[in-house]
């Protein structure tokens, strides 16, 4: 209609541009999740930061891996933080990892027009250790092990070699950085170090590694 924007307007496919310059890897053991990311931002073939924190912590329990629009995350982030506490200061009993990540995937849904830019992993043990996988249209699967970004075709072929699920925590902490510090030295936009977690029924416990010292400088 005449003084009316076409209502196909809204980008398409084609140009929604997602630069998935990042490694995240998500495995489950018997007792624990674990998460590991690498610390480099990339803006294109720009390295924009070497330090950049991609594991934050919903409570002690349930961690996210984060890759894609940083504002996005933040949002996503604080959202969920916020609604993981209301329930809790609400008195209500308290969040399930699935819940919480099947809430956050319903949001993604709905605004899959108009997209939040994300890539995250959600693990944390309330029962039992869980792992979901979300992406920005709010496609949302349960994994045993996974990895996400422009370095997961070198980290999933360490994850396929290495994984059982008996391992124990600190075995699968070290097949989790051993995965993305393999992407880190084939793909450009992985970098700096790993910071990988271990989520147990007691909270969680994580590591730094750098590869090349000189890099974190």
């Keep these: 209609m005449e003084g009316f924007p076409d209502f196909e307007s809204r980008p398409s496919k084609d140009k929604i541009k997602i630069l998935k310059g990042t490694t995240t890897v998500g495995l489950v053991v018997k007792d624990a999740v674990i998460l590991a990311a690498d610390r480099r931002a990339s803006a294109g073939f720009f390295v924009a930061n070497k330090m950049v924190r991609k594991i934050l912590y919903i409570d002690d329990k349930i961690g996210i891996t984060t890759a894609g629009s940083v504002a996005d995350l933040q949002f996503i982030y ?11 200061i609400s008195g209500n009993r308290p969040i399930t990892v699935k819940a ?9 849904s709905q ?10 992993l959600m693990g944390g ?3 039992q250790p869980r792992l979901f996988n979300l992406d920005y249209l709010g496609d949302m699967t349960e994994e045993t092990y996974v ?7 070198v980290a999933m072929g360490v994850l396929e070699d290495g994984y059982r699920p008996d391992l124990s ?14 992407a880190i030295k084939r793909d450009s936009f992985t970098g700096t ?25």
């Design 147 to 153: 990895a996400t970004g422009s370095g997961s075709p």
């Design 111 to 120: 605004n899959k027009y108009f997209p939040y830019l994300v890539q995250i």
């Design 169 to 182: 925590g600190d075995q699968a902490m070290d097949l989790a950085a051993r995965a993305v510090s393999s």
């Design 100 to 108: 919480l990540a099947t809430y956050l995937t319903n949001i993604l």
């Design 193 to 217: 170090g790993v910071i990988v977690t271990k989520i147990t029924k007691d909270g969680h416990a994580e590591k730094e590694i750098y590869l090349n010292k000189r890099e974190v400088m």
């Design 78 to 88: 604080n959202y969920m933080k916020n609604i993981y506490h209301y329930n809790q």
């Design 125 to 127: 043990y309330d029962t």
